[in-house]
T-cell receptor, first 116, second 113 residues
Framework: GAGVSQSPSNKVTEKGKDVELRCDPISGHTALYWYRQSLGQGLEFLIYFQGNSAPDKSGLPSDRFSAERTGGSVSTLTIQRTQQEDSAVYLC??????????????FGPGTRLTVT | TQLLEQSPQFLSIQEGENLTVYCNSSSVFSSLQWYRQEPGEGPVLLVTVVTGGEVKKLKRLTFQFGDARKDSSLHITAAQPGDTGLYLCAGVSSGGSNYKLTFGKGTLLTVNP
């Protein structure tokens, strides 16, 4: 079956421009996550969605970052006025909602963002 | 903030050798996961361990969760070039939200033919 897809796969933008990154989760997965992976830094949690609501936005690094999810499916991560330090791979993951235990997350291939 | 320290950071070995990768923390985790990530791809879940002292085997890979649930190890027997990749451990903190994973920085494994 189809996995998590992300677009674009690569994005080069000039400092100060806004960018939108898209994530299509696995059909039926109610939970959706965004992470950032920088060289040598591991995966950094950004935001968690359950359905269309985001109960945990604690990882968003600044108010230039925002995310939304519509129809309980597609999500977009928007970065306004991009800075060079925003350059990273942005990964999206989705999972089934389970009440107990650990959510097993399925990752997309990521969007590599380069801010010049 | 719960931190997961992985070691070694880089590992380059010859095909057929054995290796062990470690994931350590001063915090207790209710569960711990291991992922493998290949270039240009997202991480792929290999295993989840939830019980202190638990050992799980996946073909040539053996995963162990420490008795105190603060550490874990991944042992690969007779490594093959196809095992090359970035190995990440990730934990759910005990008493924390069950969706929130804390990731280590990873071990980059290269298996040379």
């Amino acid at each position: 079956g189809a996995g998590v897809s992300q677009s674009p796969s690569n994005k080069v933008t000039e400092k100060g421009k806004d960018v939108e990154l898209r994530c299509d989760p696995i059909s039926g997965h109610t939970a959706l996550y965004w992470y950032r992976q920088s060289l040598g830094q591991g995966l950094e949690f950004l935001i968690y969605f359950q359905g269309n609501s985001a109960p945990d936005k604690s990882g968003l690094p600044s108010d230039r970052f925002s995310a939304e999810r519509t129809g309980g499916s597609v999500s977009t991560l928007t970065i306004q006025r991009t800075q060079q330090e925003d350059s990273a791979v942005y990964l999206c993951a989705s999972s089934l909602m389970i009440m107990r235990g650990t959510h097993e997350q399925y990752f997309g291939p990521g969007t590599r963002l380069t801010v010049t | 903030t719960q931190l997961l320290e992985q070691s070694p950071q880089f590992l380059s070995i010859q095909e057929g050798e054995n290796l062990t990768v470690y994931c350590n923390s001063s915090s207790v985790f209710s569960s711990l996961q291991w992922y493998r990530q290949e270039p240009g791809e997202g991480p792929v879940l290999l295993v989840t361990v939830v019980t202190g002292g638990e050992v799980k085997k996946l073909k040539r890979l053996t995963f162990q969760f420490g008795d105190a649930r603060k550490d874990s190890s991944l042992h690969i027997t007779a490594a093959q070039p196809g095992d090359t990749g970035l190995y990440l451990c990730a934990g759910v903190s005990s008493g924390g939200s069950n969706y929130k994973l804390t990731f280590g920085k990873g071990t980059l494994l290269t298996v040379n033919p």
